[in-house]
Nanobody
Framework: QVQLVESGGGLVQPGGSLRLSCAAS????????IGWFRQAPGKEREGVSC????????YYADAAKGRFTISRDNAKNTVYLQMNSLKPEDTAVYYC??????????????????WGQGTQVTVSS
């Protein structure tokens, strides 16, 4: 079965860190660009970061720059999002997707991506 499974979310205090994982099964991630997205209550889903399969080019939304780092471990078929200096406004459900092309200036979604269950990140004191 082809699927992506997000994990690593949780409750963290402002200023804390979390590392999210996006594990693939049924296919090899290293052939795909990967993106992390998030959706806060009452808001539209937004792109956070992505990494290309071609040369490792990365993109970060302004809200993520300097605090988040995306990486991929092809041996583990997993992509990570290291999130540091978390803020309450980072609270959201985080999703990963391969239905995109990633560039240093942004990303382009392919049609209507299929989303997994996501992982909840809550930043609160």
């Amino acid at each position: 079965q082809v699927q992506l499974v997000e994990s690593g979310g949780g409750l963290v205090q402002p200023g804390g860190s979390l590392r999210l994982s996006c594990a693939a099964s049924g296919f090899t991630l290293d052939h795909y660009d990967i993106g992390w997205f998030r959706q806060a209550p009452g808001k539209e889903r937004e792109g956070v970061s992505c990494i290309s399969s071609r040369d490792g080019t990365t993109y970060y939304a302004d809200a993520a720059k300097g605090r988040f780092t995306i990486s991929r471990d092809n041996a583990k078929n997993t992509v990570y999002l290291q999130m540091n200096s978390l803020k309450p406004e980072d609270t959201a459900v985080y999703y990963c997707s391969t239905d995109l092309s990633c560039y240093s200036s942004g990303y382009g979604l392919w049609g209507n991506p299929t989303w997994g269950q996501g992982t909840q990140v809550t930043v609160s004191s």
